[in-house]
């Protein structure tokens, strides 16, 4: 288990941009694929986007071509999100997992850094 701490979550007007980073005291294993999750108001947590450590990147049909998923060094995650608009406001999750046949498996979970965006 790799304990994760997200930060960057804040309110944003329409249009604006964030960034969310996840960060571990212990340092995160560079043996582990990462990804991000939310969870909207009243619907199931769904993957945004997640990294393997081979550089592919998988992510949800809503956020391509804003959301960029980055992992800076051993130990700091980060997601990129651009033109933000109310759908996206949700609390999100960073995680540490794996991929398996092409398909990412969060193991272990942050405790969520929410993101607001105003309709």
């Known amino acids: 288990q790799v304990q994760l701490v997200e930060s960057g979550g804040d309110l944003v007007q329409p249009g604006g941009s964030l960034r969310l980073s996840c960060t571990s005291s212990?340092?995160?294993?560079?043996?582990?694929?990462m990804g991000w999750y939310r969870q909207a108001p009243g619907k199931e947590r769904e993957l945004v986007a997640a990294?393997?450590?081979?550089?592919?990147v998988v992510s949800a049909d809503s956020v391509k071509g804003r959301f960029t998923i980055s992992r800076n060094n051993a130990n700091t995650l980060s997601l990129q999100m651009n033109s933000l608009k109310p759908e996206v406001t949700a609390v999100y999750y960073c995680?540490?997992?794996?991929?398996?046949?092409?398909?990412?498996?969060?193991?272990?979970w942050g405790q969520g850094t929410q993101v607001t965006v105003p309709s």
């Open positions: 212990g340092g995160i294993p560079s043996i582990y694929d």
């Open positions: 990294l393997s450590t081979g550089g592919t």
């Open positions: 995680t540490a997992g794996a991929f398996y046949a092409g398909n990412y498996e969060p193991l272990s």
